[in-house]
């Protein structure tokens, strides 16, 4: 069974830095490119980071390039998200997504909250 | 970026009903779009690729159709654990985007 595991969200303020973590289970880690999926409150899905299987190739969406990088540990099957100055508008539920044979995403975690705030 | 319309916001339909969930695109995505349900406080589940393609355990009672702008997803015989929102997803251009999404309740 696939398996996908946050953690590391919580409260921060304006401007410092967090990084998020998902260690995945149930299938060939190191073979999928992964990804970082948010979700403010009440609100709709926005992808935020994609990473390659071999970490070879990064994408970020606009709101957060040159603030949030995506890396991976395949020796430890282990995703990350490392995200710096962080704005209020950062503020929602980060899920990492495993792809499909395309850019869709079959399997989701269960998310980590994080929260920007004073 | 390819921003994705879906309507309506939201939708309140009797059990054993008939719904569609449309979703629009704002140029041609040549059928790279996918649908997804999310229930309250679950993780978003995959339904549906390349338009019309449903994932591995997906009931028959759903499908999805469309081509061009225009998408739907329809799902037929409604049934209580079918209330979530659901949003659609193009993958065809980078970056990938997704739909507002649409809440279905019981009427």
């Known amino acids: 069974e696939v398996q996908l595991v946050e953690s590391g969200g919580g409260l921060v303020q304006p401007g410092r830095s967090l990084k998020l973590s998902c260690v995945a289970s149930?299938?060939?880690?190191?073979?999928?490119?992964m990804n970082w999926i948010r979700q403010a409150p009440g609100k709709g899905l926005e992808w935020v980071a994609y990473i390659s299987s071999g970490s070879s190739y990064s994408y970020y969406a606009e709101t957060v390039k040159g603030r949030f990088t995506i890396s991976r540990d395949n020796a430890k099957n282990t995703l990350y998200l490392q995200m710096t100055s962080l704005r209020s508008e950062d503020t929602a539920l980060f899920y990492c997504?495993?792809?499909?044979?395309?850019?869709?995403?079959?399997?989701w975690g269960q998310g980590t909250l994080v929260t920007v705030s004073s | 970026d390819i921003q994705m319309t879906q309507s309506p916001a939201s939708l309140s339909a009797s059990l054993g009903e008939t719904v569609t969930i449309e979703c629009r695109a704002s140029e041609d995505i040549y059928n790279g779009l996918a649908w997804y349900q999310q229930k309250p406080g679950k993780s978003p589940q995959f339904l549906i690729y390349?338009?019309?393609i449903l994932h591995t355990g997906v009931p028959s009672r759903l499908s999805g159709s469309g081509s061009g702008t225009q998408y739907s997803l329809k799902i037929n015989s409604l049934q209580s654990e079918d209330v979530a929102t659901y949003f659609c997803?193009?993958?065809?251009?980078?970056?990938?985007?997704f739909g507002a999404g649409t809440k279905l309740e019981l009427k």
């Open positions: 390349n338009a019309n």
């Open positions: 997803q193009q993958y065809y251009d980078f970056p990938n985007t």
């Open positions: 997504a495993r792809m499909g044979n395309n850019n869709w995403f079959v399997y």
């Open positions: 149930g299938f060939t880690f190191r073979n999928y490119g």
